[in-house]
């Protein structure tokens, strides 16, 4: 059974970089087809997808956070990260991590969720 765990700060400063880890249990990170994806709702908006790595260590984000955003992996600890440089209050979100197949647009798994405050 395939979970994931996200971890990372729940409060960071206007300006700073968020770094939020999600842990991998269950199957390998590089197990193909396997698409690791970072999601986040803010208060009282819809859920929005903010960007993915996939099995082969292609990445790739959503253009409005392009310039801030990065997603790496470490394949020793079986986890990939989310990093978001210069977050304002408007970053306050639920991150969560979640797993799809390639060839399918919907997910199976997801973490339960880490949330994230910026103070201003």
């Known amino acids: 059974q395939v979970q994931l765990e996200e971890s990372g700060p729940g409060l960071v400063k206007t300006s700073e970089t968020l770094s939020l880890t999600c842990t991998i249990s269950g199957t390998a990170i590089t197990t193909n087809n396997n698409v690791w994806s970072w999601l986040r709702q803010p208060p009282e908006k819809e859920p929005e997808w903010v960007g993915a790595?996939?099995?082969?260590?292609?990445?790739y984000n959503t253009p409005s956070l392009k310039s801030r955003t990065s997603i790496s992996w470490d394949t020793s600890k079986n986890l990939f990260t989310l990093q978001l440089t210069s977050v304002t209050p408007e970053d306050t979100a639920v991150y969560y991590c979640a797993r799809r197949d390639r060839l399918s647009p919907g997910y199976d798994t997801w973490g339960p969720g880490t949330r994230v405050t910026v103070s201003s």
């Open positions: 790595i996939h099995y082969n260590g292609y990445f």
